[in-house]
């Protein structure tokens, strides 16, 4: 099963940059509460200091990765006047942060086929990822209950993999 993990900025409405909060420090040069967009971003979603985010104490917006999550949510807001009407706004960043933990344990899946776990287990392992790519891909908003029941099955299915592995 191919996955593609690569973030596509230019379909998203930089999600890392209003979503989340950051603290001024090693990795980032203000304080920025989750919900309010950084002061670099520009109105067309792009950073105003892209270039020389390192030498202005930014290393953090390098690091990041949203796996992918943000031009999803994006894609299920793309009809939506969120940036006027805060409760879709809230909403689009409740979204992004789902589609971020199924990235992030799509990622973890896959990363697990490298393990000598045997056959099942390789099995139960693939039958976890196409349910996560069919949440992650749905580009529906109402995924909610059924990707929190999901994300608790593949978290178990890895704390069983510790004791394989142990073995």
Known sequence: METDFSADCGKCFALCCTALSFERGRQFGHDKAAGQPCHNLAGDFRCTIHARREEL?????????CLGAGQRASAIFAAENWRRDPPIARRLYASFSLLLRLQEMRRALVTAAELDIGEDLHGERLALLEQLATQADSLREDIGEEA???????????RQLRFVIAA
């Not at 929190?148 to 890895?158: H, I």
């Open 57 to 65: 104490g930014y290393d953090g917006c390098e690091e990041f990765d």
């Open 148 to 158: 929190s029941k999901l994300l608790k099955a593949c978290r178990e299915f890895l």
